[in-house]
């Protein structure tokens, strides 16, 4: 189906991206996403096993020391900002999952009850091992804008048309969808010039209020 589409869509629209919930946070799904010549943004387990690359002299040993999120070595820190009781930490690191087959780069957004010292953290990550923690974060971001402009485009552009077969109204939206992924293009553009998140954007607004704190 994702083949079929790139297809009909060729060169007028170049993608580079593949946005997928925490569903679709696994080896199948990025193994398919690099077959058609994409990079998979996606969420893993909060639970997920990881480790750190072996750095010893044997050769035979493939994984180092296992990662605890809610417990990160300072080295990969980020960024760092406060929003009243609360502190959200940003790490970002290469890291290899047993269930991968390759290295993947994760982004931990760590947030902490400064009076409570409650926590709750989420792992995003990139198949892409040369985006930056805040473009991953944009990325995975646009995820939630995505729906929800394409919740509104069904009620204002008639998207509905698509589960009807008379052929003059899904002519009528294909054009419609045309416009609309142009409309859609523009956020897409100058991820590396964007500053660092802040927990006002609506997307990370969104993925955050999800985090079980405990």
């Given at each position: 189906m994702?083949?079929?589409?790139?297809?009909?869509?060729?060169?007028?629209?170049?993608?580079?991206?593949?946005?997928?919930?925490?569903?679709?946070?696994?080896?199948?799904?990025?193994?398919?996403?690099?077959?058609?010549?994409?990079?998979?943004?996606?969420?893993?387990?909060?639970?997920?096993?990881?480790?750190?690359?072996?750095?010893g002299?044997?050769?035979?040993?493939?994984?180092?020391?296992?990662?605890?999120?809610?417990?990160?070595?300072?080295?990969?820190?980020?960024?760092?900002?406060?929003?009243?009781?609360?502190?959200?930490?940003?790490?970002?690191?290469?890291?290899?999952?047993?269930?991968?087959?390759?290295?993947?780069?994760?982004?931990?957004?760590?947030?902490?009850?400064?009076?409570?010292?409650?926590?709750?953290?989420?792992?995003?990550?990139?198949?892409?091992?040369?985006?930056?923690?805040?473009q991953?974060?944009?990325?995975?971001?646009?995820?939630?804008?995505?729906?929800?402009?394409f919740?509104?485009?069904?009620?204002?552009?008639?998207?509905?048309?698509?589960?009807?077969?008379?052929?003059?109204?899904?002519?009528?939206?294909?054009?419609?969808?045309?416009?609309?992924?142009?409309?859609?293009?523009?956020?897409?553009?100058?991820?590396?010039?964007?500053?660092?998140?802040?927990?006002?954007?609506?997307?990370?607004?969104?993925?955050?209020?999800s985090?079980?704190?405990?």
């Open positions: 994702l083949s079929a589409l790139l297809i009909t869509m060729g060169v007028t629209i170049p993608l580079e991206y593949l946005l997928l919930d925490g569903k679709f946070g696994h080896n199948a799904a990025v193994q398919m996403t690099r077959q058609l010549g994409l990079h998979l943004v996606s969420k893993l387990r909060y639970d997920s096993a990881l480790y750190l690359p072996y750095q002299t044997n050769s035979r040993r493939k994984y180092g020391d296992q990662l605890n999120p809610r417990s990160m070595p300072q080295q990969f820190l980020c960024h760092t900002t406060m929003e009243e009781d609360w502190r959200l930490d940003y790490y970002q690191l290469q890291v290899l999952h047993k269930e991968f087959a390759q290295s993947l780069n994760v982004v931990i957004v760590l947030k902490t009850n400064l009076k409570t010292q409650q926590q709750g953290h989420i792992i995003l990550f990139s198949s892409d091992l040369e985006l930056t923690y805040h991953l974060i944009d990325l995975y971001s646009l995820r939630f804008q995505i729906e929800f402009d919740r509104d485009a069904l009620a204002i552009l008639g998207f509905g048309g698509f589960y009807e077969y008379l052929s003059n109204r899904c002519y009528q939206c294909r054009q419609s969808s045309f416009l609309y992924g142009q409309s859609l293009s523009s956020p897409l553009t100058g991820l590396s010039t964007r500053p660092p998140p802040t927990v006002q954007s609506s997307g990370l607004e969104g993925l955050l209020s985090l079980q704190i405990c």
